[in-house]
């Protein structure tokens, strides 16, 4: 039994590329591909809101909104530049099959700042 959705084709996930996603519950997501490496975060940003998936994922590992410029360390979700304050989420993911899969959202304490 999983509790991990099929959301996209790992072709669909260019290196360096981020894409956009949704769950069944409605929750949107951020799928990047870190050389070769693939998560996701949450798919919106949490200053105000902006679609991460329309941001840029950069050789340090940070994604940047592409609204007010923040930066989060896609692997813990982490704010690495304001504006943004609170951290992205970030999902258990896994690949299989060519296929990208995306389970809970982990670590729920993490990075919290209040
Ligand atoms: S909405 Fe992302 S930095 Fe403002």
């Known amino acids: 039994m999983s509790s991990h959705v099929d959301v996209a084709a790992t072709t669909d996930l260019a290196e360096g ?14 799928l990047y591909n870190r050389d070769g490496e693939i998560g996701a975060v949450g798919g919106q940003c949490t200053h105000a809101e902006f679609a991460m998936a329309d941001g840029t994922l950069h050789g340090d590992g940070t994604i940047e909104c592409a609204w007010h410029g923040a930066r989060f360390d896609c692997r813990t979700g982490v ?3 304001p504006p ?6 970030v999902y258990s993911v896994r690949v299989e099959g060519g296929r990208v899969l995306v389970g809970p959202r982990l670590g729920g304490a993490m990075g919290r700042s209040a």
């Open 84 to 89: 943004a304050i609170d951290p992205l989420a």
């Open 79 to 81: 704010v690495r530049r």
């Open 17 to 30: 590329g981020l894409l956009g996603a949704t769950l069944p519950d409605g929750t949107v997501v951020c």
